[in-house]
């Protein structure tokens, strides 16, 4: 098969490689030059683990390329995927379809034969119908179908997710593009991994569903968890013991600083938006919107109260900026709300992540940056957990301790024991739904 894949950020890039790694002919387009000379060098724009290693072996075997020449990648094409951002629309929570919009009258006007637009990006109910309307309109002697086919990728997990998901959904409005689809997932298929073939209309809406249910369930967890702190629960137990009910799973049921990143928080505003729109309130949705912001507004409070009720002249080691581990993506991270909470109560701030300087130091205004944690808690007052890295899970608490003025620690991703903490030397511990101590 041959495919032409249209944008190269996350989702497309991620996405071209992995089809390559099929066996699929691959082009990746896209308008920025910068972007296109990184990757025609080697270079990967975005951190994501394996992914560096998987292109240069699929470019190598000369299945996977890279351009910005639209007319050269969609020759022959068999599926021409939309793989471009959405982002939440300034005013209104909608998403903006700009973007998509503008590529589809493109690929109307450069394609030459059959082939099959297929919208990756997240978009909502109607969209692909109305990319249909665009392509007919701009060029209507062409032959196509249009399909959807979202995508449920992890950041610091994609590949993984890509090569083993837990499903495939296409949405299709003729057979001849279902075949198309199966054909390009075919590896998977063969795997004994489910392909769910669904209308254009369900499979848009199965995207928004299912993180509108992931998010839930975060804040719901978030929520048991203030509960947790005022009835001598403990989240880590309660969490355990509601995920062993098969009907509901282990899986995110942790609690932490609420969610972030580039698809939870937007892909709710939206669901909320097109919920108002066809006025059929989305009224859990909007209330998880609201809790999650809640969320991070209640650990600024449990930071004060752990600082002695003032940032003022306090110095605060933050361990981890980015959304969550394995990634450099700040989009929505906690730490954007957190951080400047405490540098605008007057707390000398400094942080320490694997990955977050390249974005962070923009975002996050007024802090000092190091590599090393036992480094950034010399003499600091306060050490805050915000994002669960590998480099972060074992560190060592009295050594930790040691170095620390007045040893003192908000762990937000649950990491350590509190008994761990005070045996190490910390006077105080706050942690997200567990017994707090010293404050
Ligand atoms: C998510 C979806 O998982 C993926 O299917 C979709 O395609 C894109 O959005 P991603 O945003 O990369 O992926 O990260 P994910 O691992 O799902 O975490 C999202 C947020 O929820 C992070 O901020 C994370 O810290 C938080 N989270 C997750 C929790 O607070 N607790 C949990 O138990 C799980």
Redesign the pocket.
Known sequence: MKIAMIGTGYVGLVSGVCFSDFGHHVVCVDQDQTKIDKLQAGQVPIFEPGLDVLMAKNVEAGRLSFTRDLASALEGADAIFIAVGTPTRRGDGHADLTYVFAAAEEIAKTAKDYAVIVTKSTVPVGTNRKVHEVVKAANPDLDFDVASNP??????AAIEDFMKPDRVVVGVETERAAKVMEDIYRPLYLRDFPILTTDLESAEMIKYAA?AF?ATK?TFINEIAALCEKTGADIKKVSKGVGLDGRIGNK???A?PG??????PKDTKALARIGQDVASPMAITETVIRVNEEVKHRLVEKLRDVCGNSFKDKTVAVLGVT??PNTDDMRDAPSLTLVPAMVGGGAKVRLVDPQGYREGQDLLPGCDWLDDPYEAAKGADLVVILTEWNEFRALDLSRLAGVMSAPKMADFRNVYDPSDAKAAGFEAYVSVGRSDYGV
């Open positions: 995508e449920f990728l992890r950041e610091g993180n992931l975060i995110f049921l942790h932490g969610y972030g990143g580039s698809c939870f959304f969550k």
